[in-house]
């Protein structure tokens, strides 16, 4: 068979080896009310694919899902247990904090609209960033009018922050 075709890293899981625990973050575990729905989801989910695949005990590609499930369910159960809730309902509107969702304005005079969220919400292509990230780091704590310096790998920029809003 072609090498193209084979998932190396299946087919070395089921020689035995052992699949590599998710690694949880050494940060306080923040979370918004989206992203705690969303673990909870996410665990109703794992929970039901694995019942449904207990029953393939001969299927030595089940086995490997019930595994990397089972992985799963430990890392997302973990992340339910360490969640710390904040509704940004409650953070003082005038300032960028944790919930905040922020227009800016770059060098360039284009805008961007960022979310600050939980590690496990961030999905940078719908502009979610995870509240440790540098460029949440660089926005907390400002209010409308002030200008910062985000820290990129590939060159320094400075958004002035046009506008934060919190949900309703």
């Known amino acids: 068979m072609s090498r193209a075709f084979v998932n190396e890293e299946r087919f070395e899981q089921a020689g035995g080896e052992e699949l590599v625990e998710r690694p949880i973050s050494e940060h306080p575990n923040y979370v918004t009310p989206t992203g705690a729905l969303e ?15 207990k029953d393939k005990h001969d299927d030595t590609f089940a086995k490997d899902r019930v595994a990397e499930i089972e992985r799963d369910l430990r890392y997302i159960r973990a992340r339910l247990d360490s969640a710390i809730l904040v509704d940004p309902k409650t953070q003082n509107h005038a300032t960028v904090l944790f919930g905040a969702t922020i227009e800016v304005k770059d060098d360039d005079d284009n805008r961007h609209t960022f979310h600050i969220v939980g590690e496990d919400e961030a999905d940078a292509s719908i502009n979610k960033v ?30 002035e922050i046009l506008d934060i809003h919190y949900p309703s």
Request: aromatic share 4%; net charge negative; hydrophobic share 40%.
């Open 39 to 53: 673990l909870q989801t996410q665990e109703e989910a794992l929970v039901a694919e694995l019942n449904s695949l």
């Open 130 to 159: 995870s509240w440790v990230s540098p460029l949440a780091k660089s926005l907390i704590g400002q209010k409308v009018g002030d200008t910062v310096t985000w820290h990129r790998p590939i060159g320094d920029t400075h958004l």
